[in-house]
């Protein structure tokens, strides 16, 4: 029997979770402490699979090293075996019929009591997980784990809301239009990536607001906050089957959902070579699924910063410090190229701006005092080391850092290259690691610098511009239009805030779907146009029929 829908309901104000400082001596700052703590005395924890509810314990596991710490682990984890995606693929399609059923209301309260729980109750212990378990510092921890992830629940409530009241403007006489946002036909599947906490949430929670049942497969390195994740949408209400959380070995869970004839949608955020991958695997399989899979992706960046001669030095110096160094540069938006007018360069921000890193302290993320933390594990370490080596191998000069050390933990020094090539190879290839590329420009030659940027990089996911001169600003923005998804002046190129800067890019950064915004749930509904006829037909000729 179906709920009676009494009345039009409206959600609630939403605002941005306002962000705390975790400032020496702060009540905020022992409660975080306590609960790193509480977790560090713990360790490991034991994660299952969450299969219609119920743990599930395959006995087959995996270690979740802490990066800082490699020798312990923040949990161990059951990999989902052949068995239990099925179950889960399963379970999901069968959850699906209540779930899509219950009143919208309902599901709203829900997410809106998820937030609630991640900003109140589960905030420190989500933030001990993501800054043991992830390397994130307190305030990077803070603007993912706490803040952004309780944004993308109660702003998703919001967008929602505005989408289906989404209505066709007009009505023949006799006649009622309307259209409903239906949830895809089958199951989705969400592949979310180690290096945002909130994003563990937002890609099965995106396409669960809107009634779709989903299998999530985290990032083994993330695996314990997204765990935590979980729970928080469970105690808030989301039923059993509804998302199943299934841990394990990213090419065979991924490769067993995408060849279930009721795969209906890809929601990922992770590499381009595996997004690519599974795009064409996806296209492979098409001739099995009941209709075509939407396939909704965010990837790389190559992001760059455009320096003009107008701009301000200790503006655009700092920025570019945040922009590339906050979070070990493990973010798709961090800077990595930084394009630098040669006036500006040798007045005074080559100075700077080394002046300014050597002030960095690199360490465990739980010492407060360190603004660099780890990164993720050793693939990232060796990639990001080599990438070092290559650039000072083909004549990249080495300003500042270009060591790592990974004895206790995978470390790396924030490094900044000068490089005379434009189309050098840390100018052109994805790091995701604490390196910027420097290139002086002549200032004669700003129209050949903005095409670099342009066609360098097969990237197209942020970037800003740093100038005074509106004219400038506005040259640079109109030949830049497609370099980049989300755009910044005088800014850094990071820190897309949900509900103010709807976040993604093009080119091989991604589908471009703005999460974040309202555009997102667009992707994983499918609308049906229902006319109603209130009028009986007396013939069925019409008038230019009679003679």
Known sequence: MSTPQLASFRVPLVENEPM?????????????????AEMEQSLPFEVPCIVNGKPVKTGKLAKQPIPADHAKYLCTYHE????????????????????ESMPWNDRAAIFLK?????????????????????????WQAEIDAAAELTDFFRFGVK?????YAQQPPKNAAGAWNRVEYRPLEGFVLAVSPFNFTAIGGNLPGVP????NTVVWKP??????????????????GVPAGVIQFVPGPPPEVVAQCIDHPSFAALHFTGSTFVFKKLWKDIAANLDKYKGYPRIVGETGGKNFHFVHSSADVKNAVLQ??????????????????????????????KDQLLQEIAKIKVGAPQDFGNYMGPVIGRPAFDKITSYIKKAKDAGGEILIGGTGDDSKGYFIQPTVILTKDPKSITMREEI??????VYVYDDNKIDETLELIDTTTEYGLTGSIFANDRKALLHATNKLRNAAGNVYYNEKCTGAIVGQQPFGGGRASGTNDKAGSISIFYRFVSARSIKENFVNLEDFQYPSNLV
Not at 126 to 134: E, K, R, S
Not at 159 to 163: G, P, Q, R, W
Not at 323 to 330: H, I, K, L, N, T
């Open 20 to 36: 705390r400082s975790y400032s020496l001596g702060s009540p905020d700052r022992a409660k975080l402490q306590a609960a790193i």
């Open 159 to 163: 967008y929602v809301e505005e989408l």
């Open 219 to 236: 990032s083994p390195a993330a695996t314990y906050s997204n765990y935590l994740v979980y729970q928080v949408l469970a105690e808030a």
């Open 320 to 349: 570019s410090i945040r922009g590339g160094f906050e979070y070990q540069g493990q973010k798709c938006s961090a800077l990595s190229r930084l394009y630098v007018s040669s006036s500006l360069w040798s007045a005074g921000f």
């Open 208 to 211: 669960a607001l809107v009634g």
């Open 114 to 138: 998820a937030a609630d729980l991640v900003s109140g109750k589960y905030r420190y212990k989500l933030l001990a997980a993501t800054i043991l378990g992830q390397g994130k510092n307190a």
């Open 80 to 99: 989902a075996d052949q068995a239990t995606v099925a179950n889960a693929i399963d379970g999901a399609l069968a959850a699906k019929a209540e779930w």
């Open 432 to 437: 995701f690691g604490p390196v910027i590329t």
